[in-house]
């Protein structure tokens, strides 16, 4: 294993949540290599340290405005599109559907007005050329 490798795993091995191979190839990296026993150091003063001083501790008001909200039910994720965040979405929806309909008009109407007229007017014509009847 690479050093990389070895520190991203002493966390793990800190914790005790390695199988025993990978603690052992560990450990037996850490008899040889002073300076990831150093880090391994570091990470146990670190968490000493953390542990000594309780964690993080929020001010007063706040810790109690989220025990509120969670008494009262209030803490779960509200749904992002409400009132009127869904009708803006819609309205928005209805414009660009409006727009995109106006545009593919204005390309492939008249082509296809022109079009029809070119069969009506070509099936006119030829009303009054029937060879049928000679």
Not at 6 to 20: K, Q, T, W
């Amino acid at each position: 294993m690479t050093h990389e490798e070895i520190r991203e795993n002493l966390s793990a091995l800190f914790d005790g949540e390695l199988d025993d191979s990978r603690t052992a190839e560990i450990r037996a990296h850490l008899e040889n290599c002073a300076e990831c026993r150093q880090y391994l150091a570091d990470l146990r003063a670190g968490s000493e340290a953390f542990r000594k001083e309780g964690g993080a501790k929020l001010p007063f008001a706040v810790r109690a405005s989220v025990q509120a909200e969670l008494a009262a039910g209030k803490a779960a994720r509200r749904p992002y599109l409400t009132g009127a965040r869904m009708f803006l979405v819609v309205a928005c929806c209805v414009v660009l559907l409006a727009l995109l309909m106006g545009l593919l008009t204005r390309i492939y109407l008249p082509n296809l007005f022109w079009q029809t007229q070119n069969y009506i007017g070509g099936s006119v014509g030829n009303l009054g050329s029937s060879s049928g009847g000679k």
